[in-house]
Every structure is written in structure tokens, then in C-alpha cells.
């Protein structure tokens, strides 16, 4: 698709369930990357993949957060056993990353509230 | 690793120019991006510069780099209501992740 489209817009989990949180990049951009804004302010990066393989995860908590982007589907980003500080917006971005292309293209965030 | 610097918050009267700053510790960053994010939506890429440029300009906006002070301006011409949101500047650090400074949010008053 020509955006980054992202689901669900919003999604409401109590502490301790799972939440899943979905990304379709942009066709032919081979990046992707997660980002978590717990205010207003301050995006946080969590993750990115090049293609269906991680390129770096410094940002990712260890222990509840998962994410996987395979071929032919959306990426996804997985908290198990959500917690209530895990409350945020979460943005996926797709770039292509060649020597004329650098800018990253974001959707339209998922807002996960833990209640 | 890039460490991104913004004043939080800009106030203007509607008509002035509004100018908002940015400082960046990694100067290997190609590509420098200001991205502008209004309330409930994402990141809206609005301009970039390359790093070997001073400035560019692009209809109202003006981007003003300092590389010896690794400084990043925007300046927006006659600022308009529409424009109240929040500034993010943005540099990419080492493995082409785009590292985000906190953001100023532009407010524009009658």
C-alpha cells in the first residue's frame, strides 16, 4: 500500500492479558520500526527489522515484548502479560533506505490503554 | 548514540514567524528531518536537509543547519493556526534508526 497502515487504532487490554498490536509497511520498503510515545512527547524506539530479520532491539524490554515481520504479512508487535505503565501509543514507521531514500513514513499509531 | 534537543514548548501570534531549535550530539547523521505531529496522529514528514547543506527552503519552511554547533533550525513563514502542533527533529544514528529529540509544541495564538 502507498501508508503505513496500523491496527487496531485502539485497543484496551486489562493488566496481565496479551496485546497485539499489527503493521503493514509500505509496499517495497524493506525497514520497519517500532516506536512507543508514552506522553505526549518523547517516541521511544523499540525495534526495527530489515525484512523479515531483526536489525536492532536495543530498545526492546526483554522480558514481555515480542516482534516478528514474516513474509506476506503484517509485522506485529506482542506484550504479553500487559502491565498498566505499558499504556501508550505505539507507532510503526517504514523507510527504504537506499542512498536517495532515507526518511521513515509513519502510521497512524495504536493507542494501547492497560486497565 | 544520537541524543536529539528541543525546547518544549513555542508560543507565536498568528502571521509571525516561529522559529524552533535543535541540538544533536552525532554528527554522522546523513539526512536531518523535521517531522510535525498534530493531536491523535502521527508523524508527518515535513522537511529534511542533507548534511552537507546549509540550508533549504521549501515554500513557508526554512532549514537552517549548523554543523560546527550541530545545530538545527525551523523557521516558519507567516504561522498559521494550522501549524499549532508538536516539532520533532530527527537524526538517524548508526543503524539508520531515526532518534527523535522530545518535540516543541507549537502554539498559535490570534
Known amino acids: 500500500g502507498e501508508e503505513v497502515a496500523q491496527t487496531p487504532k485502539h485497543l484496551v487490554r486489562g493488566e496481565g492479558q496479551k496485546a497485539k498490536l499489527y503493521c503493514a509497511p509500505i509496499?517495497?520498503?524493506?525497514?520497519v520500526f517500532w516506536y512507543q510515545q508514552v506522553l505526549k512527547n518523547e517516541f521511544k524506539f523499540l525495534i526495527s527489522?530489515?525484512?523479515?530479520?531483526?536489525?536492532?532491539e536495543t530498545g526492546m524490554p526483554k522480558e514481555r515484548f515480542s516482534a516478528k515481520c514474516l513474509p506476506n504479512s503484517p509485522c506485529s508487535l506482542e506484550i504479553q502479560a500487559t502491565k498498566l505503565e505499558d499504556s501508550a501509543v505505539y507507532f510503526c514507521?517504514?523507510?527504504?533506505?537506499?542512498?536517495?531514500?532515507?526518511?521513515?513514513?509513519f502510521g497512524q499509531g495504536t493507542r494501547l490503554t492497560v486497565v | 548514540g544520537e541524543d536529539v534537543e528541543q525546547s518544549l514548548f513555542l508560543s507565536v501570534r498568528e502571521g509571525d514567524s516561529s522559529v524552533i531549535n535543535c541540538t544533536y550530539t552525532?554528527?554522522?547523521?546523513?539526512?536531518l528531518y523535521w517531522y510535525k505531529q498534530e493531536p491523535g496522529a502521527g508523524l508527518q514528514l515535513l522537511t529534511y536537509?542533507?548534511?552537507?547543506?546549509d540550508m533549504k527552503q521549501d515554500q513557508r519552511l526554512t532549514v537552517l543547519l549548523n554543523k560546527k554547533d550541530k545545530h538545527l533550525s525551523l523557521r516558519i513563514a507567516d504561522t498559521q493556526t494550522g501549524d499549532s502542533a508538536i516539532y520533532f527533529c530527527?537524526?538517524?544514528?548508526?543503524?539508520?534508526?531515526?532518534?527523535f529529540g522530545r518535540g516543541t509544541s507549537l502554539i498559535v495564538h490570534p
Open positions: 509496499k517495497g520498503h524493506s525497514y
Open positions: 527489522f530489515q525484512n523479515e530479520n531483526v536489525f536492532d
Open positions: 530527527a537524526g538517524v544514528r548508526g543503524s539508520y534508526i531515526p532518534t
Open positions: 552525532d554528527s554522522s547523521s546523513t539526512y
Open positions: 514507521a517504514s523507510s527504504q533506505l537506499d542512498t536517495e531514500n532515507t526518511e521513515a513514513f
Open positions: 536537509i542533507f548534511s552537507n547543506m
